[in-house]
């Protein structure tokens, strides 16, 4: 008969410490509450005097601190100071066993769970789960964290679906709330959003140099910033390029307002970070008093979208010369100086390639300043006395772009297709893993659906773009529209207003003639 001979257990199963060892192990305790409310305060104060006690009856424990986040939402670690440094003196050996309340409360995301206890193994120190009894240093621990830390996450992503759909609900009434301390040109009274007639001043400046003296964000940001003119936070007077863009680009002030602009989402590894088409947007018209009027902040759409396809080449010093067009080698034109040396100097406009050595020069002609806008008042009013035919043509060609009915049908159609395709490689994952399906077969049908996949994003992309495009051609007609109709019949000089609100290029030939093209389309001649 064999002969069995029993080892006994040297160290605690649980703690892994010696047994009959007198070293006392260094513990602190975790905390954390989800508001700030006097409610969530009382029990934050109860969690701490909690811990407290409990370690310091213990005989071989010496109590080491108790580290409390309040108010910190737990989905993340990020700005959970007091847990970070928790983790950071557990690595640097000041602390050898953590207790918490849960896993819940330690971390909602599954991966933080894991990888937190994880580090904290490598070094010796142990993490005990009151609610689920659990000591990460038992070796059968590890399973039951991930499933129990997954299961805390799935709490946490309910609880998120909850806020969500609170919102989007809100987003379905029209309901829509206002940052009010850090939105210029809005102030709150009695619930009621109104304008502060001081700061609706700043923002109708940077419109109007933005769309009328053609300045650029930057400097735009620059001129306010030596006006010393407060930001919209009111805490500095240094203002940016994105500052100014995100006012020219904000819709709340023409009175409207855009609910759910942005949304993250997460999806084979792809993030993102605006709304391109995938879940509905809300648009509230005149929910608001308006600062700037509705064709003005459409016009200002229309320039900042010019400017982009410009990029470098758009000039903010001169309004001709992002807009004038050598008929040779379709560059800009560019203002230069002559005989600057002499009584005899002055500025003239010619194509920026007659200064690039080796290569052919172009023909065109010089330009002065005169010329240019004696060429357009000419071909300005000449084109004017057939001014109803021109509104006339304006508004079908809206009728044409706004008619998005069938690409409105296509892309829902790909919606559809995106969202069946992500549900069987859903279906495929959850299967691979339960079956015996072979390595092989497993690859070609997830080759086979993302493949497919990325057609239907390509044929949706494109599709998107189209209508884009269309409804952007549709907003530059209305606009140019709207000014064509309040602007004058005849000019008898020159006016700025009217060559930034209308022309869109204008194409310099060598006889000296210029065809200016409007924001419509159309082309006009001068002579």
Not at 27 to 43: I, L, M, P, W
């Amino acid at each position: 008969m064999a002969k069995i001979t029993v080892i006994p257990s040297t160290k605690n199963q649980h703690t892994q410490v010696p047994l009959g060892s007198i070293s006392l192990r260094k513990v602190a305790a975790y905390a954390r509450v989800s508001t700030n409310t006097d409610e969530q305060y009382t029990s934050y104060e109860a969690q701490v005097n909690y811990y407290r006690k409990f370690i310091q009856e213990k005989g071989d424990w010496e109590y080491t601190n108790v580290y409390a986040d309040e108010g910190i939402s737990g989905t993340n670690t990020k700005r959970r100071t007091e847990f970070n440094r928790m983790i950071s003196d557990a690595l640097e050996g000041k602390i050898d066993l953590i207790i918490t309340k849960s896993i819940s409360r330690f971390a909602r995301n599954t991966l933080d769970t894991i990888s937190f206890v994880r580090k904290l193994k490598d070094k010796g120190v142990e993490v005990f789960f009151e609610k689920e009894n659990l000591w990460t240093l038992d070796p059968k621990s590890e399973l039951i964290l991930t499933i129990m830390a997954s299961i805390a996450q799935e709490e946490s992503r309910s609880i998120s679906q909850n806020v969500t759909w609170g919102k989007r609900v809100s987003f379905q009434e029209g309901k829509v709330s206002f940052a009010y301390k850090s939105f210029l040109g809005y102030k709150k009274d009695n619930d009621k959003l109104v304008i502060d007639e001081d700061e609706a001043v700043i923002v109708k400046m940077i419109y109007r140099m933005f769309l009328v003296e053609g300045k650029t964000p930057s400097g735009i940001a620059s001129h306010l910033t030596s006006l010393n003119i407060k930001t919209p936070m009111g805490k500095s007077t240094k203002w940016t390029k994105n500052t100014v863009n995100s006012i020219l680009t904000n819709e709340k002030y023409k009175g409207d307002a855009l609910l759910q602009k942005k949304y993250t989402s997460n999806y084979l590894n792809h993030t993102l970070v605006k709304n391109t088409g995938q879940i509905p947007q809300y648009y509230v018209e005149n929910n608001h008093p308006a600062i700037i009027d509705r064709d003005m902040w459409e016009q200002v759409q229309i320039e900042l979208a010019r400017r982009d396809e410009l990029e470098a080449k758009y000039s903010s010093s001169d309004i001709f010369a992002s807009k004038l067009i050598c008929e040779d080698c379709g560059g800009f034109y560019g203002k230069k100086k002559w005989h600057s040396n002499s009584k005899y100097s002055r500025f003239v406009y010619q194509c920026n390639r007659k200064f690039d050595k080796g290569k052919e020069t172009c023909r065109t002609p010089n330009l002065m300043e005169e010329d240019i806008k004696l060429k357009f008042i000419e071909a300005y009013n000449l084109t004017m006395k057939d001014k109803k035919r021109i509104i006339q043509d304006s508004i079908e060609m809206i009728e044409l772009l706004t008619d998005t009915d069938q690409l409105d049908k296509d892309i829902d159609n790909l919606n559809d297709e995106l969202l069946v395709i992500s549900e069987l490689l859903s279906k495929l994952i959850k299967e691979n893993s339960k079956s015996s399906m072979t390595q092989d077969d497993y690859n070609k049908k997830y080759e086979e659906l993302t493949n497919r996949y990325e057609r239907a994003k390509e044929k949706h992309e494109d599709l998107t773009k189209v209508r884009s495009n269309k409804k952007a051609q549709a907003l530059s007609m209305k606009s140019f529209l709207s000014n064509l109709k309040r602007i004058d019949d005849k000019l008898s000089e020159w006016n700025e207003n009217v060559w930034m609100l209308l022309v869109d290029s204008a194409v310099v030939h060598r006889d000296t003639s210029i065809i200016f093209r409007l924001y419509d389309k159309k082309e006009i001649r001068s002579n």
